[in-house]
């Protein structure tokens, strides 16, 4: 079992869709100290709620089972789905929200429901981290074509 931290960033905020990139750093800390992984993705068409879930889904996908994890992202959406249950209701629906409609980006949301599996999440709602400068970065800085990723490593 290992302690780890994701830190989200999407390039852009609110409902508006664009081709934009999303970051993760995961940071674990384990016996030998901290190691980090770093991953920067493209997204087109997207607001910041599928970046963020994107960034999330692709994270966890890292983890382990009995891993206590610690998100920390800007995105009120994630926190809440996670946190009030909204994506174990969907999936127990069949992906339908409580309006009756199809859950928006619910391919990915899908991938973050395997992804809490066996896990222990707490969300961290900030607006911003030791990471984000350096993220905004690197996300500025690293080409990348939409519905690629690429890891990098921190400096």
Not at 2 to 19: H, L, N, V, Y
Not at 22 to 31: F, K, L, N, P, R
Not at 110 to 132: P, T, V
Request: charged content about 25%.
């Amino acid at each position: 079992m290992q302690t780890i931290k994701i830190f989200i960033q999407s390039q852009i905020a609110g409902p508006r869709k664009a081709t934009a990139k999303y970051g993760y750093v995961i940071e674990s800390h384990t016996a030998g100290g901290i190691r980090t992984l770093v991953e920067i993705g493209c997204l087109k068409d997207a607001s910041a709620n599928r970046l963020t879930a994107a960034a999330a889904a692709r994270a966890l996908a890292r983890t382990r089972p009995g891993d206590r994890i610690t998100i920390i992202t800007d995105n009120a959406q994630l926190k809440a789905a996670i946190e009030r249950g909204w994506v174990e209701n969907w999936r127990a629906a069949g992906w339908i929200n409580s309006k009756g409609r199809k859950v928006a980006n619910a391919d990915i949301w899908k991938l973050i429901h395997a992804g809490l599996q066996g896990r222990e999440i707490r969300i961290d709602l900030q607006e911003g981290s030791e990471y984000r400068e350096w993220l905004a970065g690197e996300m500025e800085k690293t080409e990348i074509l939409p519905g690629h990723s690429k890891i990098i490593l921190p400096e």
